[in-house]
């Protein structure tokens, strides 16, 4: 079970985060998905998670990369920790393209039900990154 489910995220962030394939988006989520991280007040069912990929990071990052560094799979809970790196070429939360490298580190957890995302908690480091963009 467990290596299956680490199958599912590995799936996830290759195809869908690296990837943008909409298709394996749908086929890995499940319909009641929550994803805790997102911010107060905003959705946070499956569009949340599409849209932080789709319309915020894939727009402003050329090249995007997501890298595994580790993952370790409890029950029906999947943790990794990963980067999500690219080139800076469009406006990331209105920060203009600058051109440089970025690396948002990652480490998240995600429940995995019936091979599908059924609920995800994250950190990362994107506000950081936000700083440093606005410093160049």
């Not at 909409?22 to 946070?44: C, K, Q, T, W």
């Not at 990071?57 to 920790?81: C, F, N, W, Y």
């Amino acid at each position: 079970m467990s290596a299956d489910n680490k199958e599912v995220v590995r799936r996830f962030k290759i195809e869908v985060i690296q990837n943008g394939n909409e298709d394996e988006f749908h086929a890995l989520m499940a319909s009641d998905f929550v994803n805790h991280a997102a911010p107060s007040g905003m959705p946070n069912g499956p569009q949340s998670m599409w849209n932080t990929f789709q319309n915020i990071l894939r727009p402003a990052l050329s090249d995007m990369k997501v890298t595994i560094h580790d993952q370790i799979a409890e029950g029906d809970r999947v943790t990794t920790r990963k980067t999500i790196s690219g080139i800076h070429s469009g406006t990331l939360m209105g920060i203009r393209a600058t051109g440089k490298d970025v690396a948002i580190s990652v480490i998240d957890i995600v429940r995995v039900q019936e091979g599908k995302y059924a609920e995800h908690w994250g950190l990362n480091s994107l506000s950081n990154v936000l700083a440093a963009l606005a410093k160049v």
